[in-house]
């Protein structure tokens, strides 16, 4: 049924319809919930397609969506539950008010780690996309992901990575992190 929403939710026809009837509140339960890695990376991956919408932006928060996508992306070891969780963080910090949240419920920490750490091309991607996100137009994140070692970790990815979509995403990362901040630049060179 997760996948299905996902595929569903994938279509911007269908993001309201999937939303208004229950598909928030189910997928976020799912994501609370279930022990199977498939559900988890189907779930989390709905909800992020549903987040490219603003007002199911708004929506997941107001419901707790963003708790448990959070959880998934600190304690997870499945690559495919970490890249849809990371990558429904990074829709849904499109959001200013989601960008705080995040930040709140120590989401930028397990994103970096994920960033220096991880091994698989779909997680880095989706992971630095969301620091990229997080710290979009937010100094307090950018300063967070600084000091919890983002810059470092997205440097070493840009250095080390033979895929072309992390290095746009790291790179578009990095920019968001030093803008308008100096001492995030001065950390970098």
């Known amino acids: 049924a997760a ?3 996902a595929n569903l939710a994938d ?3 269908n993001r309201g319809r999937v939303a208004s009837c229950g598909g928030l509140e189910a997928l976020c339960g799912l994501c609370n919930a279930s022990q199977s890695d498939a ?7 709905a909800l992020g397609n ?3 919408d603003d007002g199911n932006r708004t929506a997941i928060e107001k419901i707790g969506g963003l708790e448990p996508l959070v959880r998934l992306c600190s304690s997870s070891v499945s690559d495919s539950v970490l890249e849809s969780a990371a990558a429904a963080l990074a ?8 960008r705080k949240r995040i930040a709140q419920l120590s989401g930028i920490e397990p994103l970096v780690w994920l ?10 991607e989706s992971a630095s996309a969301a620091l990229g996100n997080l710290a979009y137009y937010n100094d307090k994140n ?14 070493q990815l840009c250095e ?23 001492s995030n630049r001065i950390r970098f060179v």
């Open 115 to 124: 960033c220096a750490h991880s091994t698989s091309d779909a997680v880095l």
């Open 39 to 45: 559900v988890l990376a189907c779930a989390a991956a």
């Open 91 to 98: 829709n849904l910090a499109y959001n200013e008010n989601n």
């Open 50 to 52: 549903l987040a490219d």
């Open 11 to 13: 279509d911007s026809g």
């Open 3 to 5: 996948a299905a929403l």
């Open 160 to 182: 080390s990575t033979g895929s072309v979509t992390v290095l746009e995403s790291a790179t578009g990362a990095l920019r968001h992190v030093v803008y308008n901040n100096e």
């Open 142 to 155: 950018r300063i967070r992901i600084a000091e919890t070692g983002g810059l470092s970790a997205l440097a």
